[in-house]
């Protein structure tokens, strides 16, 4: 089982920046990839980010490269997303999840898919004024 707590959300003006963070629970984390999502409303959840157990593989979303970028300290159990050159359509509910996946590269794409991750934090909002 993992918990997954999000934080770091709020208001900034566009052009601005926030970091996101997630803290996991469990003695675990290494061997899950993880990945953030993020939901609009009136969207469905759509993929912006993933990284492997280890950092050495990402995958972003083409809306969001060269913009944000994910990361990850397991001696912390936490994932991080940082947000720049935010622009209004970033407004969203951005959530961050988890796949079991130990020691695993990621091949092709990776895992865009929400139904590819086993656990979801409660999610934390973003609004990005013009």
């Known amino acids: 089982q993992v918990q997954l707590v999000e934080s770091g959300g709020g208001l900034v003006q566009a052009g601005g920046s926030l970091r996101l963070s997630c803290a996991a629970s469990g003695r675990t984390f290494s061997s899950y990839a993880m990945g953030w999502f993020r939901q609009a409303p009136g969207k469905e959840r759509e993929f912006v980010a993933a990284v492997n157990w280890n950092g050495g593989s990402t995958r972003y979303a083409d809306s969001v490269k060269g913009r944000f970028t994910i990361s990850r300290d397991n001696a912390k159990n936490t994932v991080y997303l940082q947000m720049n050159s935010l622009k209004p359509e970033d407004t969203a509910v951005y959530y961050c999840?988890?796949?079991?996946?130990?020691?695993?590269?990621?091949?092709?794409?990776?895992?865009?898919?929400?139904?590819?991750?086993?656990?979801w934090g409660q999610g934390t909002q973003v609004t990005v004024s013009s």
């Open positions: 999840a988890a796949t079991y996946r130990p020691r695993q590269y990621f091949s092709g794409s990776g895992p865009l898919s929400p139904a590819e991750y086993d656990y």
